[in-house]
């Protein structure tokens, strides 16, 4: 018979229990300790497997990011190749001259310098 038995109403009846209601402890023994640990181990196992989950979760997040950022990187770098060959063909001397040709400039024949005897460069009043 179970140790809690005693308590169901339908019992008390059924087996003429209710003059010799007697509380039964349940013992102090191996069960409550087993009980103990199982359920800490049950809540050990729950735990461990949650920061497993959390721990995947965010590595998977990082290196989802760091692919995009790759990408990106990439990109970039691709685009300051182009930029790079666009400065160099401008930055070409035949380039130059095409260009002011086309603007209507016309080449310096001969420079003339002014010569600042002291050292003034604004007209003072």
Do not use: W
């Not at 402890?25 to 461990?48: E, M, Q």
């Not at 920061?51 to 590595?59: D, G, K, V």
């Amino acid at each position: 018979m179970s140790k809690f038995f005693c308590f169901c109403k339908a019992n008390k009846k059924r087996h003429n229990l209710e003059k010799e209601m007697v509380l039964v402890k349940p013992r102090k023994n191996k069960t409550n300790f087993c009980y103990c640990l199982s359920i800490f181990l049950v809540c050990l196992i729950f735990t461990t497997g949650f920061f497993c989950i959390f721990q995947t979760t965010s590595s998977v997040t990082a290196g989802i990011k760091n692919y995009s950022q790759t990408e990106k990187i990439n990109e970039l770098k691709l685009a300051n190749e182009l930029l790079n060959e666009k400065i160099n063909s401008l930055e070409n001397l035949d380039s130059i001259k095409n260009r002011a040709k086309e603007l209507g400039l016309v080449a310096v024949a001969q420079v003339e310098y002014l010569e600042n005897q002291n050292n003034e460069v604004a007209l003072v009043k």
